[in-house]
Nanobody
Framework: QVQLVESGGGLVQAGGSLRLSCAAS????????MGWFRQAPGKEREFVAC????????PYADSVKGRFTISRNNANNTVFLQMNSLKPEDTAVYYC???????????????WGQGTQVTVSS
Protein backbone atom coordinates (compact mmCIF):
# COMPACT_ATOMS: atom_id res chain seq x y z
CA GLN A 1 0.00 0.00 0.00
CA VAL A 2 1.24 3.48 -0.87
CA GLN A 3 0.03 6.63 0.80
CA LEU A 4 0.66 9.99 -0.85
CA VAL A 5 0.53 13.42 0.80
CA GLU A 6 0.84 16.61 -1.25
CA SER A 7 1.97 19.98 0.06
CA GLY A 8 3.15 23.32 -1.24
CA GLY A 9 -0.02 24.70 -2.77
CA GLY A 10 -1.23 28.21 -2.16
CA LEU A 11 -2.14 31.57 -3.65
CA VAL A 12 0.30 33.21 -6.03
CA GLN A 13 0.15 36.04 -8.55
CA ALA A 14 0.40 35.37 -12.26
CA GLY A 15 4.03 35.00 -13.27
CA GLY A 16 5.00 33.60 -9.90
CA SER A 17 6.25 30.19 -8.87
CA LEU A 18 5.30 27.38 -6.55
CA ARG A 19 6.90 24.06 -5.73
CA LEU A 20 4.63 21.16 -4.92
CA SER A 21 5.87 18.16 -2.98
CA CYS A 22 4.44 14.68 -2.70
CA ALA A 23 5.66 12.55 0.18
CA ALA A 24 5.09 8.85 -0.22
CA SER A 25 4.98 6.19 2.43
CA UNK A 26 6.43 2.91 1.36
CA UNK A 27 9.11 2.42 -1.23
CA UNK A 28 8.22 4.31 -4.38
CA UNK A 29 11.69 4.35 -5.82
CA UNK A 30 11.68 0.88 -7.29
CA UNK A 31 8.04 0.19 -7.81
CA UNK A 32 6.19 3.23 -9.10
CA UNK A 33 5.92 5.76 -11.83
CA MET A 34 4.80 9.05 -10.27
CA GLY A 35 2.44 11.54 -11.82
CA TRP A 36 0.85 14.91 -11.22
CA PHE A 37 -2.70 15.65 -12.31
CA ARG A 38 -4.95 18.63 -11.75
CA GLN A 39 -8.65 19.37 -11.67
CA ALA A 40 -10.18 22.81 -12.02
CA PRO A 41 -13.76 23.56 -10.92
CA GLY A 42 -16.25 22.18 -13.39
CA LYS A 43 -13.58 20.40 -15.42
CA GLU A 44 -12.30 16.87 -15.66
CA ARG A 45 -9.07 15.80 -14.04
CA GLU A 46 -6.19 16.28 -16.47
CA PHE A 47 -2.65 15.04 -16.79
CA VAL A 48 0.15 17.47 -15.94
CA ALA A 49 3.37 15.44 -15.87
CA CYS A 50 4.81 12.11 -14.86
CA UNK A 51 8.23 10.67 -14.19
CA UNK A 52 9.59 7.17 -14.70
CA UNK A 53 11.12 5.12 -11.91
CA UNK A 54 14.64 6.22 -12.75
CA UNK A 55 13.65 9.77 -13.65
CA UNK A 56 14.83 9.56 -17.25
CA UNK A 57 11.38 9.84 -18.84
CA UNK A 58 9.30 12.92 -18.06
CA PRO A 59 6.37 13.63 -20.36
CA TYR A 60 4.43 16.86 -19.85
CA ALA A 61 1.09 18.21 -20.92
CA ASP A 62 1.50 20.76 -23.71
CA SER A 63 -0.11 23.41 -21.53
CA VAL A 64 2.72 23.26 -18.96
CA LYS A 65 5.71 22.29 -21.10
CA GLY A 66 8.60 24.66 -20.57
CA ARG A 67 7.09 26.08 -17.36
CA PHE A 68 6.74 23.05 -15.06
CA THR A 69 9.41 20.55 -14.06
CA ILE A 70 8.80 17.21 -12.39
CA SER A 71 11.52 15.52 -10.38
CA ARG A 72 11.88 12.81 -7.77
CA ASN A 73 14.12 11.92 -4.88
CA ASN A 74 13.91 8.18 -4.53
CA ALA A 75 16.05 8.11 -1.39
CA ASN A 76 13.48 10.30 0.38
CA ASN A 77 10.40 8.93 -1.40
CA THR A 78 9.43 12.39 -2.59
CA VAL A 79 8.23 13.78 -5.89
CA PHE A 80 8.26 17.46 -6.79
CA LEU A 81 6.54 19.71 -9.28
CA GLN A 82 8.28 23.03 -9.81
CA MET A 83 5.82 25.43 -11.38
CA ASN A 84 7.13 28.66 -12.91
CA SER A 85 5.48 31.44 -14.91
CA LEU A 86 2.13 30.50 -13.44
CA LYS A 87 -1.04 31.59 -15.20
CA PRO A 88 -4.60 31.99 -13.88
CA GLU A 89 -5.59 28.96 -15.96
CA ASP A 90 -3.22 26.84 -13.84
CA THR A 91 -5.64 27.28 -10.93
CA ALA A 92 -6.75 23.82 -9.82
CA VAL A 93 -6.43 21.16 -7.19
CA TYR A 94 -3.21 19.29 -7.91
CA TYR A 95 -3.00 15.58 -7.21
CA CYS A 96 -0.02 13.28 -6.89
CA UNK A 97 -0.46 9.72 -8.13
CA UNK A 98 1.50 6.46 -8.28
CA UNK A 99 1.24 3.86 -10.99
CA UNK A 100 3.14 1.13 -12.77
CA UNK A 101 3.51 2.60 -16.25
CA UNK A 102 4.43 5.89 -17.86
CA UNK A 103 1.11 7.16 -19.13
CA UNK A 104 -1.05 10.25 -19.25
CA UNK A 105 -4.18 8.23 -18.42
CA UNK A 106 -5.42 8.83 -14.89
CA UNK A 107 -7.14 5.46 -14.63
CA UNK A 108 -3.75 3.74 -14.86
CA UNK A 109 -2.64 5.21 -11.54
CA UNK A 110 -3.61 3.12 -8.53
CA UNK A 111 -2.76 5.45 -5.68
CA TRP A 112 -3.73 9.09 -5.18
CA GLY A 113 -3.11 11.84 -2.70
CA GLN A 114 -5.79 14.13 -1.28
CA GLY A 115 -4.76 17.07 -3.42
CA THR A 116 -3.43 20.55 -2.78
CA GLN A 117 -5.05 23.77 -3.99
CA VAL A 118 -3.14 26.08 -6.30
CA THR A 119 -4.72 29.46 -7.02
CA VAL A 120 -3.14 31.91 -9.45
CA SER A 121 -4.50 35.44 -9.38
CA SER A 122 -4.37 37.75 -12.38
Amino acid sequence: QVQLVESGGGLVQAGGSLRLSCAASGRISINYVMGWFRQAPGKEREFVACISRSGDITPYADSVKGRFTISRNNANNTVFLQMNSLKPEDTAVYYCAAGIMVTTQSNAYAYWGQGTQVTVSS
